[in-house]
């Protein structure tokens, strides 16, 4: 039973940093594509970064580009994504996610519904 577990959500003040980590357990994924969405109250889930094959290529929204960092430990079967220059408009539930297929460009890395397995969420606090 494959499961996906994040930690490491917070409050945090504005400017300051968190690291999410996400556990994978069941297979491994260092040969297939992990993400990291958020979805903020009232608002729909939404790409934040992404880590292809082998942390081959890595994907960001434009919103986290340059402050935020998708790392993969393979030993662990670990995605992490490092917060730094935190923004209120940062918050939201983090949610990590893992794809068994093999896609080509960032576009289907940013679409929720390419993933199959998605982790719990961790709650993710910006005060200003």
């Known amino acids: 039973q494959v499961q996906l577990v994040e930690s490491g959500g917070g409050l945090v003040q504005a400017g300051g940093s968190l690291r999410l980590s996400c556990a994978a357990s069941?297979?491994?994924?260092?040969?297939?594509?992990m993400g990291w969405f958020r979805q903020a109250p009232g608002k729909e889930r939404e790409f934040v970064a992404a880590?292809?094959?082998?942390?081959?290529?890595?994907y960001y929204a434009d919103s986290v580009k340059g402050r935020f960092t998708v790392s993969r430990e393979s030993t662990t079967n670990t995605v992490y994504l490092q917060m730094n220059s935190l923004k209120p408009e940062d918050t939201a539930v983090y949610y990590c996610?893992?794809?068994?297929?093999?896609?080509?460009?960032?576009?289907?890395?940013?679409?929720?519904?390419?993933?199959?397995?998605w982790g719990q969420g961790t709650q993710v606090t910006v005060s200003s």
């Open positions: 880590s292809t094959w082998r942390g081959a290529n890595t």
């Open positions: 996610a893992a794809t068994l297929k093999y896609y080509s460009g960032s576009y289907y890395y940013t679409r929720d519904d390419k993933y199959d397995y």
């Open positions: 069941g297979r491994t994924f260092s040969n297939h594509g």
